[in-house]
Each structure stands twice: as C-alpha cells, then as structure tokens.
Nanobody, 113 residues
Framework: QLQASGGGLVQAGGSLRLSCAAS????????MGWFRQAPGMEREFVAA???????TYSDSVRGRFTISRDNAKNSVYLQMNSLKPEDTAVYYC?????????WGQGTQVTVSS
C-alpha cells in the first residue's frame, strides 16, 4: 500500500528526491514518515510530516532533507540534498508512528564518496 521510489546512486554532495505513493486508502489524515535502514543497522527515523504539514527531522538530516506531502495525490516526498556516504541505506515510507504491517519494499539510496 506504500511504495517508495526515486532512489539511486549519487556522489557525495548530490541530491535525490524520493517519492512515496499510497494506494488502497487515503492517507491524508495521517502523519507520514520516512525511515531508513543501513546494512547491519536497525531501521531509524528520518523525517515525518503531520496531516496539517508540521514537520520533524532526525538530527542527522535536519537542514539537508525536506519532507513534504501532496494530499491530493496521496503522496509523500523526501528531498535529500548535500548527501553524505552515511546516508546510504534503504529508505522506506510509512505512517508515523510506523505501522509494522505497512512496510513496503523501500528504495535503495547509495552515496559514493
């Protein structure tokens, strides 16, 4: 029901824009979040946006990443700028707080140094 896309390989300092398309039901009244999981690490919170547009970020991405949503398109986005090698991970979208039954496949982001 939640499909992330837009990942890829980028050099350090570059940018990527991730998209999350929701299907099956309307998510406009829910807070939505982005999460990521690096190899050998636990999944971690990246950013979230409430239904009204209030945004929160992890300390590691604040000032570099921007989360947004388009309720008309039932979609959430993550603009990632000034990417660093430590941003390399599989990125997932989910509700916020997450619903363990809503994890999709995620999208791979790889940042080369």
């Amino acid at each position: 029901q939640l499909q992330a896309s837009g990942g890829g390989l980028v050099q350090a300092g570059g940018s990527l824009r991730l998209s999350c398309a929701a299907s099956g039901r309307t998510f406009s009244s829910y807070a939505m979040g982005w999460f990521r999981q690096a190899p050998g690490m636990e999944r971690e919170f990246v950013a979230a946006v409430t239904w009204s547009g209030t945004k929160t970020y992890s300390d590691s991405v604040r000032g570099r990443f921007t989360i947004s949503r388009d309720n008309a398109k039932n979609s959430v986005y993550l603009q990632m700028n000034s990417l660093k090698p430590e941003d390399t991970a599989v990125y997932y979208c989910n509700l916020y707080p997450y619903d363990s039954e809503m994890w999709g496949q995620g999208t791979q982001v790889t940042v080369s140094s």
